[in-house]
């Protein structure tokens, strides 16, 4: 199994702030890798695919990249809304796998 | 709309079974397929399966392999996720997911909790 891992595992940041979170495969992935978005009591939220394609209807402000073993989500402006908890996942291979999470706190 | 709806909360002892349904609208049933992922309080997401909406094949994960099946009604456009011989861990939200054409997961039901206690 592909082994995801993130960091860091949690962060506060200000509103207006830039804030990147990376994600790291324990094998290429060849960009087949999504983002999500968690808020408490909810179920995930698509925010990106293949890496850095932004799933419909989700603001610019989120922004992802990277390549092989290494991505990153980097959200330009944090808005208060964007306080939550993000996953990666690859699907690359089978059994896709996620990363632990990176919780987005208010500073 | 695209929309996933869940089967409510759901209360079990330890050995029993449970089973959680997935109904969707909103798009070609036939022509997607559904996951199923767990999410432990407070923990992360793993991946239980993946059905076909087309024909019903179902792939399952190492960690429940065994104790779990997955099945589709297309009449209804319905999924199915039943977990057998139950145990404390396997308390935890459940959710369906539907994989998309990119094979990222680009809609969730809203999760059904499962409580295995004594």
């Known amino acids: 199994d592909i082994q995801m891992t993130q960091s860091p595992s949690s962060l506060s940041a200000s509103v207006g702030d830039r804030v990147t979170i990376t994600c790291r495969a324990s094998?290429?992935?060849?960009?087949?890798l999504a983002w999500y978005q968690q808020k408490p009591g909810k179920a995930p939220k698509l925010l990106l695919f293949a890496a850095s394609r932004l799933e419909s209807g989700v603001p610019s402000r989120f922004s992802g990249g990277g390549s092989a073993t290494e991505y990153t989500l980097t959200i330009s402006s944090l808005q208060p809304e964007d306080y939550a908890t993000y996953f990666c996942h690859q699907y690359y291979s089978t059994p896709p796998t996620f990363g632990p999470g990176t919780k987005v706190d208010i500073k | 709309q695209v929309q996933l709806v869940q089967s409510g909360a759901e209360v079990k002892k330890p050995g029993a079974s449970v089973k959680v349904s997935c109904k969707a609208s909103g798009y070609m049933f036939t022509s997607y397929g559904i996951s199923w992922v767990r999410q432990a309080p407070g923990q992360g997401l793993e991946w239980m399966g993946l059905?076909?909406?087309?024909?019903?094949?179902?792939n399952y994960g190492q960690k429940v392999q065994g104790r779990v099946s997955m099945t589709i009604d297309t009449s209804t456009s319905t999924a199915y996720m039943e977990l057998r011989s139950l145990r404390a861990d396997d308390t935890a939200v459940y959710y369906c997911?539907?994989?998309?054409?990119?094979?990222?997961?680009?809609?969730w039901g809203q999760g059904t909790l499962v409580t295995v206690s004594s």
């Open positions: 997911a539907r994989r998309g054409v990119t094979r990222s997961y680009d809609y």
């Open positions: 094998q290429g992935i060849s960009n087949s």
């Open positions: 059905i076909s909406g087309y024909n019903g094949n179902a």
